[in-house]
Every structure is written in structure tokens, then in C-alpha cells.
């Protein structure tokens, strides 16, 4: 490409704060991205990221958004909790590597997901799982759950109300998992509120025979994805098949839509097996892990560290 081009190039392409935004016009690059997931909508990225900003080029014709936390003066390129990854929209075709350029141009220190290649050979690979809802897995231990849910009387309801569910969700996670604090969770319930405003998003209740509330999970949908975000049940539901009923009842929603069903993915084991009884398939994520920043942040930082014992704003949900 010629200096003359590169220029144009640049030009056309540059990083956005988020209050600069057009949020139509950014959901709109996402809404008509193949297969996008809904970690990259506007209203989304505004209640769970600390702050965040966007490259953005040709007039929204690619992008892809930034989020970032500021640590002694630092701006840090990070996954925020309860997003899974971040993604190239839209066609950035011949444009990847002025995109890294800009990014790293932005970011001294870099920790964060991201579903393509963005940044060349990533410090490591993450998977997410996924389902062909076409293709749902029905095996020996599913089967198992599900009679458990109807022998007890476990019945799925929609809803378009996100509060009880979340009170439920709250008290079963809340300090239970790294970096799932009274904080985040407060980030995640204004998510869900803006959820409800934007038609994109569904809640499924757990209820039994009586109509009394046991769990529930929340999915927001993309033009290609119906992602689960976050649920949880009483513990007696759980252990007689609660929250299998819940995702099978979310993936046979998805099916109807004839979108994928995405489970967000886990590293915990336990929860990876729980996404392979319904047929969940393991996606590969890059996670990028650079640091150009000063030497004194980084001797601070790790004091820090040694008191707090860990470094809970990289987590990833």
C-alpha cells in the first residue's frame, strides 16, 4: 500500500470516545455484522464497561469497540466482566493492520479477548462454547435432569421482567466467583434494565407448579446470536434439573429464531461440561497480553498486588 494510500486510509479510520458516538448508527454496524454477538451493542458496552471508545472507519462501515479502565494515569485495553470478547464489525477487509497500529497507538498496556487475530500471535487462546440450535444434543445426563424438572413440577415462563430474576442471580453469585462483586453486579442489573428498552432481550423464569419463582436466566439476542448472559437458581432447583430446563428452553428459542445459541464460555471446567450436555462446541478466542507501560506502574502495580493478592478488573466472564 502506498504512503498516499495510507493516508486516505487513516483518515477515514480513527478512535472514537464513546460520548462521540452515534449509538444508531453503531448498533446499526452491529445488527448488520454475520454472526455478531451482542457484547459489541452500545447500550451494553455504556452499563458494563468502565469506560470505552471505538475504532471507526469509513463512516461506520468497520469498528470495533475498546474497552478500558485507567489505573495510576494508565489506560488499560481490558475484556470487561460479563463480556465474553470483543469483535472486528462490520468489513475491515485489507484494513487489520492499521486497526493494531491505532490500537496500539492508544494503549500502553493491553489485556484483553478478542474473536479474531487482530494483533498477531496472542499470549494465549481462550475458548467460549457455542450450539448449533438446529443441531441440539439431547445425551444420557440431560435426559436425566430434565425428568428430575418434571417430576418436580418445573415449568419455564417468559418475561419480559428483569428484577426478580436478578435478585435471584445476585444472591446466589455475589462474591462467589473472581471479580462477580456487589459492583459489578450493580453494572450488570443497569445492562439488563437497558435490555428491556431495547427489544433485544428475554428473560426466562423457573417456576413451579404454584407460580412460585426459582431461578430464571437472561439471553440478549443479535442478528446472528441469542447469547445467555447470566441466570441462576435456588439450590433446590438446581439440583433437581432447574437450570437444565432453563437452557434447553433458551436454545429451542433460538432454534425458532434460527439463531446460534451462545453460552458465553467458561474456563471453569464444571461449567464447560455443563454446556457439552446440550452439544456445546468449543470456539476459539485471542487473548492478547502486552505492557509498554513506564517502569514505576508496573513496580506499583505489582506492590499493589502483593497487598490485594489478586487483579480482579482483567477478568473475563
Not at 33 to 49: G, I, Q, R
Not at 133 to 160: N, P, T, Y
Not at 188 to 203: H, I, P, R, W, Y
Not at 287 to 292: A, M
Request: charged share 25%.
Amino acid at each position: 500500500m502506498g504512503r498516499a494510500a495510507i493516508l486516505w486510509l487513516y483518515s477515514c479510520m480513527r478512535i472514537v470516545d464513546s460520548t462521540q458516538i452515534d449509538a444508531e448508527q453503531w448498533d446499526f454496524l452491529v445488527d448488520r455484522t454475520p454472526d455478531a454477538s451482542m457484547f459489541s451493542y452500545f447500550w451494553y458496552l455504556n452499563a458494563v464497561a468502565e469506560n470505552w471508545c471505538a475504532v471507526i472507519g469509513d463512516n461506520y462501515k468497520f469498528g470495533i469497540a475498546l474497552p478500558y479502565t485507567v489505573r495510576l494515569g494508565q489506560k488499560i485495553l481490558y475484556t470487561p466482566i460479563f463480556v465474553s470478547y470483543l469483535e472486528l464489525l462490520g468489513d475491515s477487509t485489507g484494513s487489520d493492520a492499521q486497526i493494531a497500529a491505532l490500537i496500539r497507538g492508544k494503549f500502553n498496556v493491553i489485556e484483553f479477548c478478542c474473536l479474531q487475530d487482530l494483533l498477531g500471535e496472542p499470549s494465549a487462546y481462550v475458548v467460549c462454547q457455542d450450539v448449533d440450535s438446529e443441531l441440539l444434543h439431547i445425551g444420557s445426563q440431560l435426559k436425566r435432569m430434565l425428568k428430575k424438572a418434571e417430576k418436580h413440577g418445573f415449568q419455564v415462563v417468559e418475561s419480559d421482567d428483569s428484577s426478580s430474576v436478578f435478585e435471584i442471580i445476585r444472591s446466589e453469585l455475589q462474591d462467589k466467583f473472581t471479580g462477580i462483586t456487589s459492583k459489578s453486579l450493580n453494572r450488570l442489573e443497569n445492562a439488563f434494565q437497558l435490555g428491556e428498552k431495547s427489544g433485544k432481550q428475554t428473560v426466562l423464569r423457573l417456576e413451579n407448579a404454584s407460580g412460585e419463582l426459582l431461578g430464571g436466566i437472561i439471553t440478549i439476542e443479535s442478528s446472528g446470536r441469542l447469547v445467555y448472559v447470566k441466570g441462576a437458581t435456588r439450590s433446590y432447583a438446581r439440583e433437581n434439573g432447574g437450570m437444565f430446563l432453563l437452557i434447553k428452553a433458551a436454545i429451542e428459542r433460538a432454534r425458532q429464531k434460527k439463531k446460534r445459541f451462545d453460552f458465553g464460555g467458561s474456563r471453569i471446567p464444571g461449567v464447560r461440561n455443563f454446556n457439552g450436555h446440550f452439544g456445546g462446541k468449543d470456539f476459539t478466542l485471542h487473548y492478547y497480553v502486552e505492557n509498554r507501560a513506564p517502569f514505576w506502574f508496573n513496580w506499583t502495580r505489582t506492590i499493589h498486588h502483593a497487598w490485594f493478592k489478586s487483579d480482579k478488573y482483567t477478568t473475563t466472564s
